[in-house]
């Protein structure tokens, strides 16, 4: 229906509201200029009671030609609180070419989140936290066309559940005013009204059968007479002394609201245990109940190996084999992380732990392949890996489980996001194995008899790899123009970011620790880049971990890894015509000791004339214990009303110097072709940080070399001089003071 002001439409436009199609086509010339028509849109479902609420648009046909305006909203039919909310919108203005910058351009946002402010520019300046970038912006544009593109993106946890919400954008231009007002946004409301109860309360790990049952969950929008699936997904905190840390999966079943199963060890003595149940509904609203506290002890482990054989064996046998064989996968996993906790218990044979972590490996690889690939199944993927660890473990089992990581993070660059708990776990696994001695090298005899451990660099280059793909999954789970995210644990820190190329060409950005890097526009000609594309960027730095030319170079920071990527995977960045900036933290070392001469004196200070005849002077001086000849300058030593001075220089001594270089896979080696030093950092407190330029993108540190600092002169005197002419070049007893300088002149 629709309305012309306060009169009724005319018959020509009423007569095309008769169509029950979803697209409405007003052909032109139909409606009036200078007049505004209100239309009103009712939808319902045929054959229920079913009836939507009245949506109303505005349409203000103008004389000229006004500012098209499209409106772009949320994916999802009822956005969850707990994600950021995304609204996007184009505009198309008459200020183009020459006249983009036209003095009458102006777009405004409103919404009714807050009914006291309704401006969004005035609501973001107030409460800037609400927003993860300024809605004010552009985030794109394009001059021939005159169109320009706005994102409003509301943090997660910034809107109501089950509040309304509505979004209007007012544009004007030279040619006329517009606005459009997305339709209401509706936030989902999560499940609520339910609990968990469980029994027995205690019990023997992987022996004692649990059952937990999930009761009294509703879905708030499920219209009565309606079914409305709910998804149950029972879990365990990693650390029950701990309510932030991770809730392991153990099985995620729709509809069905009871679940059966034996549990690991608990925590300390105790055996404390806590157990709770996730519920999503069809929206992906999700909801946990609070935890219920159990005790789960275990029964002290056989001493023989041969014992312990059997035990894993038959716990094996029991739950994976079973489960295998019913082709529950989920159980097959859930039950594999449990069995790899008793594997890693301290008292348990290496052989024995290798031998069956193998065979849990094999079996969850198997149960992976029949997984949907979708967020939980990643989640619990990657928690059993997480749950391996990676000690007592065999080499070409420590190669599966890699790939197995990698799988995962392209898995859920696919999927398009990645859960809190899927990160935790693969950096997790990723940092374990970097600790480990998987990523070392077999201790092997050298000829001369001395032996050797060091990293395996094939191996270190490997988890390497991995870890920029899974930070990579990260990156592209994050909405673009979103804040850059950073993910830590004790082996390596990263920054990870998604934005357009024009939102990172020639600006810097720094990362918590330290790292700065400045991409410059020659990163996005690359023919891999589109600037309508988005781009992550991935900067991690390695702490402490092994070394990759086996200390044959002292460095002063550890690795730092930047990586480009697009929705293809990483980018090659190499021979660029304008180079990237990029900024390391260092730790300065020592400087070496002073000069000791082997024989003689230790020459650490050298006494020179200048004179004021020729008060520029260069000296070349070169008896320094064990520096080179260098020159030093008389410039600035002879002061006014002086004839000269005695000037005392001290030493050059040895110092550090650090130099920006990069890791060269072929040779296993640091160099720096391709990167620039900038500062010239020297001493042992020179400088926190070093600065670089480089061509292309790699594995980059900073370089320990010595060099000798500079000639300070610490003692000018001044003196006046008379000029005596001397026989026999002596100084006469009545001046014993008296300095030879030449043969016909003393200084008195």
Not at 104 to 120: C, F, G, K, Q, R
Not at 426 to 450: D, I, M, N, P, Q
Request: proline share 6%.
């Amino acid at each position: 229906s629709s309305s012309s002001g306060e009169s009724f439409c005319p018959s020509d436009v009423t007569a095309l509201l008769t169509s029950t199609e979803a697209i409405l086509l007003l052909p032109g010339g139909t409606l009036v200029p200078s007049t505004k028509y209100i239309f009103r849109l009712v939808v319902s479902i045929q054959g229920t009671t079913r009836v939507s609420d009245v949506i109303a648009a505005v349409l203000d046909v103008q004389a000229g030609d006004p500012p098209n305006i499209e409106m772009i909203g949320p994916d999802d039919t009822f956005p969850n609180p707990d994600k950021p909310l995304v609204i996007r919108s184009r505009v198309s203005s008459c200020c183009k070419e020459v006249s983009f910058d036209c003095a009458e351009y102006s777009a405004v946002w409103s919404t009714d989140i807050n009914p006291a402010v309704p401006l969004l520019s005035d609501l973001y300046a107030a409460q800037p936290e609400m927003f993860l970038a300024n809605p004010a912006l552009e985030v794109g544009s394009n001059i021939i066309d005159g169109s320009r593109e706005y994102k409003i993106i509301v943090a997660s946890n910034m809107l109501v559940a089950g509040q309304k919400y509505l979004f209007t954008l007012t544009v004007v231009d030279k040619c006329g005013t517009a606005a459009a007002t997305l339709p209401t946004i509706q936030m989902n409301a999560p499940p609520s009204g339910g609990t968990i109860v469980m029994t027995p309360s205690t019990g023997y790990s992987l022996e004692t059968v649990f059952e937990f049952s999930a009761l009294g969950w509703v879905d708030p929008e499920a219209e009565v007479g309606f079914e409305s699936s709910l998804e149950y997904t029972f879990v365990y905190l990693k650390d029950p002394t701990d309510m932030t840390s991770s809730k392991i999966i153990m099985k995620t079943q729709t509809d069905v609201t009871s679940y059966e199963t034996v549990l690991p060890e608990g925590h300390g003595d105790s055996g404390l245990f806590k157990v709770a149940v996730m519920v999503k509904d069809e929206n992906g609203g999700s909801a946990i109940s609070s935890f219920v506290d159990m005790t789960v002890t275990q029964k002290p482990l056989p001493v023989t190996k041969e014992a312990q054989e059997s035990l894993i064996n038959d716990l094996i046998s029991s739950n994976l084999e079973t489960a295998a064989n019913m082709s529950n996968s989920q159980e097959v996993l859930g039950k594999a992380s449990m069995i790899a906790a008793v594997l890693n218990q301290p008292n348990i044979d290496p052989e024995v732990a290798a031998k069956q972590k193998s065979k849990l490996v094999e079996m969850a690889m198997s149960a992976s392949a029949t997984l949907e690939k979708d967020e939980g199944a990643i989640t619990q993927q990657a928690q059993f890996f997480e749950s391996l660890g990676s000690n007592n473990m065999d080499e070409d089992t420590g190669d599966a489980v890699l790939d197995m990581v990698g799988n995962l993070a392209d898995a859920s660059q696919e999927v398009g996001t990645i859960t809190p708990e899927a990160t935790t776990a693969l950096t997790g696994t990723l940092g374990s194995f970097l600790a480990s001695e998987y990523a070392k090298s077999a201790r092997r005899r050298l000829s001369g008899g001395v032996s050797d451990s060091g990293a395996n660099v094939k191996k270190v280059l490997k988890i390497y790899g991995v870890v920029d793909n899974v930070m990579g999954a990260v990156a592209s789970g994050k909405i673009s123009g979103e804040a850059p995210s950073q993910v830590t644990n004790d082996q390596f820190d990263a920054t990870v970011e998604n934005a357009s190329p024009s939102s990172y060409s020639d600006v810097t950005r720094t990362t918590s620790s330290g790292i700065g890097i400045t991409l410059s526009s020659s990163v996005f000609q690359s023919s891999e880049i589109s600037f309508t594309s988005e781009v992550q960027t991935v900067i991690v730095r390695f702490k402490g971990s092994p070394v990759l030319d086996n200390n044959a170079a002292t460095l002063a920071s550890d690795a730092v890894r930047v990586v480009v990527r697009n929705e293809s995977g990483p980018v090659s960045v190499s021979n660029l015509s304008v180079p990237i900036g990029l900024t390391i933290p260092i730790t300065p070392a020592s400087d070496p000791p002073p000069m000791v001469a082997q024989e003689g004196p230790t020459i650490t200070e050298v006494t020179l004339f200048c004179y004021k005849d020729t008060p520029k002077a260069n000296h070349t001086i070169s008896n320094c214990t064990g520096v080179p000849f260098f020159n030093v300058s008389c410039a600035g030593k002879v002061t006014s009303g002086n004839d000269g001075a005695i000037v005392t220089w001290r030493c050059p001594q040895p110092v550090n110097t650090y130099s920006c270089v990069y890791f060269h896979a072929n040779t296993s080696s640091w160099e720096t072709d391709g990167v620039v030093t900038k500062n010239s950092a020297e001493g042992a407190g020179a400088s926190l940080s070093i600065q670089c330029e480089t061509v292309h993108l790699t594995d980059f540190s900073a370089k320990v070399g010595n060099s000798f600092g500079k000639a300070d002169d610490i003692l000018a005197a001044p003196f006046n001089r008379a000029r005596e002419r001397i026989k026999g070049n002596k100084a006469t007893p009545g001046n014993p003071n008296a300095t030879l300088l030449t043969d016909e002149e003393v200084i008195l």
